[in-house]
């Protein structure tokens, strides 16, 4: 049988019988891997396998992994070259799923990079690092938009990439600092409109000025400036009357 599979392959090696090459062959090594037939027609198979890998880019990505996979179980010297090309593909796949904001589903490729070219470890912690770099540049500019849940989200999504990333627990300290000095400051501006309401200029501005102390925010240094010709439109109403002439 050995003996009629390899006539066989040799006739579909004269006819460019690509698929049927490999078809007969997986069953000759499947059956007889030491026999010498088998051993003869390994260089040829290597060939094969150099185009079918070629081959591979010219495909989806879906389509490549599953014929790399199936290439994959045959004997070959081009192994390597077969499992780094299924690392490629995993990358491309977490770029896709990062494009589409899957965080957890690119992680998960990224795993199937290690798990398959385990040589492009580095490859894949510079990628994570630069998504994560991303959804923190993101989440600083909710940031300055004081949007802190919808910055926080951002920030997390760094820890399913890089768990104990440093610039996503840096960036989260920061935020949670700003949101309580942000939010100490809106006390004291609702304080400080209380008592305009009351018509206590006097107070008013001494709370918008501390709310301002802790955070600048516009409106509030426009209500100061108000404030301050109200107390003094209110305490000396004929010098104030003499400034605005």
């Known amino acids: ?11 579909y090696l004269e006819q460019d019988e690509k698929y049927l090459i490999l078809t007969d062959f997986h069953f000759l090594w499947s059956h007889y891997p030491q026999n010498e037939y088998t051993k003869k027609l390994q260089p040829k198979i290597d060939e094969l396998m150099t185009y079918f890998i070629g081959q591979s880019s010219e495909y989806d990505v879906d389509k490549s992994l599953d014929l790399l996979f199936r290439l994959s179980k045959y004997p070959t010297d081009l192994k390597e070259v077969i499992f780094t090309k299924i690392g490629d593909i995993y990358i491309l796949k977490a770029q896709i799923a990062f494009s589409e904001n899957d965080v957890q589903n690119a992680e998960i490729y990224f795993g199937k990079v290690v798990e398959f070219a385990p040589l492009k470890m580095s490859e894949v912690i510079f990628q994570k690092q630069k998504m ?16 802190f849940d919808e910055a926080n989200l951002e920030y997390q999504k760094s820890f399913v990439l890089l768990p104990k990333c440093e610039y996503a627990t840096t960036a989260i300290e920061k935020m949670k600092t700003t949101q309580l000095t942000y939010n100490t400051a809106l006390e004291h501006e609702k304080k400080a409109s209380q008592f305009e309401f ?12 501390s709310s301002y102390s802790f955070f600048e925010i516009e409106k509030v240094s426009q209500k100061i400036e108000i404030m301050q010709n109200l107390c003094e439109a209110q305490n000396n109403p004929r010098k104030f009357a003499l400034k605005i002439v």
């Open 198 to 209: 009351k018509n206590d200029f006097e107070n008013a501005l001494k709370w918008y000025k």
């Open 1 to 11: 049988i050995a003996e009629i599979l390899y006539n066989r392959i040799l006739i």
């Open 132 to 147: 994560c770099s991303i959804f923190i540049e993101k989440g600083d500019e909710y940031l300055a938009e004081f949007l």
